[in-house]
């Protein structure tokens, strides 16, 4: 049932006053549209995980299983022992607070339990009760507390109050991650069969039909066949879009997102645009049909098993190496965990640009190269004839993307490609972006509808540093290279600053490519007219 939007204002007058009792004694209230629901059995059952069945987080009984306790300390304790980085930030925390205010949804509501240190903590005081001789001994004197049902349902509610963007493992001087702590705490729950439906259907979806939308092979088909039709409305040129080719030397690989959403289908024209332009020898993979991997915010078995289709397609294709689109948390799985847990991908080559020679030596061991990193490549090189005014109707800015910010430290090829196809780009506040980019507040599988207040609490910081650089300059679009801000962004611009659109780096791209044998273009790829003006304000 659509639930009534908060009214901004109400939103924007958040209490940091701490509450007068300790956060132990203040059990977690499910009250609507801070949390997320919970996934039906059928999804469940589809993936094989524990306890399937219908439950809401707001029920009093959650149907755990008989020896729900002991499945989660056992779990701990094979994490502690697997993962030293887990061990690691249970100890090392000295509470200095340094992450406290640098949390999206800290500044959002205001609720202490999210500050990044306490969001641990309610992990690590089940640690210490369990897991060391303080805690045994000690108990709440130690920090250590039992884990008891509340507990669990706080791990829930809070666990998914994170975006696991890891904005604020910049600032702790131990580097404590805590978007590995939620992972955990997450990947615990799961045990206990406690997830959510936004992280489990996309999941279920890719096992049935290769995609999170659960788009079937001839719908994945008909939306490149569509897309070729549009571009040649366009341009005049007809496109091939090659599918499941063997011997094609590049695996093209994108979030489905793309090829279904919007305004995510303007970014695969321009891919299509800048592949075709350059002459690229690839093929899509109708298997291997989602880049993105809902997997990483359940578990990482989860994650490891959705992976795995990208080298196997890769590998049944014969490709030399594989190129992928405009995603956030796919880069983080394909960057930080697709080569120890699926690799290594001894059977594809480093990959070089068909184009420039470029061997892109940092993909040596993943074979997997960036869609930004290969046009940026390529205009540094000055293979595509770009013409800026045909995007003066765009006065742009860059949202860095937390995963591919933070995670694989991709912050100059966007902005590079962003100054070569625009005439109007400003940033906004430095302490916004790069590194230091704020969330868009509905990652890690948060961008529902019924948790609307939460995600625009954990958005507004994004929000208000937009609004910023539209007073000074007149911003009306957002530039950025993940599906999940794309299917994100115009809700949470909408609510604090209207008249922000949102835009893929490739959208940008095609629009000012200019291809060869073209016929003279009066609208850019949503149709509207070009030029200073164009169809906005
Ligand atoms: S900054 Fe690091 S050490 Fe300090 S409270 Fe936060 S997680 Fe703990
Ligand atoms: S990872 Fe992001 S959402 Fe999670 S606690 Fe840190 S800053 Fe907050």
Redesign the pocket.
Known sequence: MAQQKPDPAQLAAVDFTPPRRGWRDLPVQFRKGTYNYATPRRHVEALGLPNPRDWQPHDADWNLPSDWKRIILDGMKERLERYRSFRLFMDICVRCGA?AD?????LGSGDPR?T?VL?AELLRSVYRRYFTAAGRMFGPLAGARDLTEDVLKEWFYYFYQ????????VFCPYGI???EI?MIGRELLSLVGCTIQWVVEPAANCYRTGNHLGIQPHGFKDSLEFAADELEELTGIRIDIPIDRKGAEVLLVVPSADYFGTPHYYTLLGYLMVLHEACVDYTFSAFASEGGNFGLFASHELMKRLNGKIYSEARRLGVKWILGGECGHMWRVIHQYMDTMNGPADFLEVPVSPVTGTRFDHAASTKMVHVCEFTADLIAHGKLSLDRSRNDHWNVTFHDS?NPARAMGLYEEPRLILRSVLNHFHEMAEDTIRERTL?CGSGAGLGTDENFEMRMR?GRPRAMAVHDVRTRHGTNCVACICAIDKATLPPLLEYWVPGVDVAGVHELVGNALVMTGERPRTTDLRGEPLGEGGGRA
């Open positions: 992450c640098k949390c999206h949804f800290y999210n990044p969001r994170c975006t696991e963007c890891r904005r604020c493992s991650d805590t978007a939620t937390c969330c954990g």
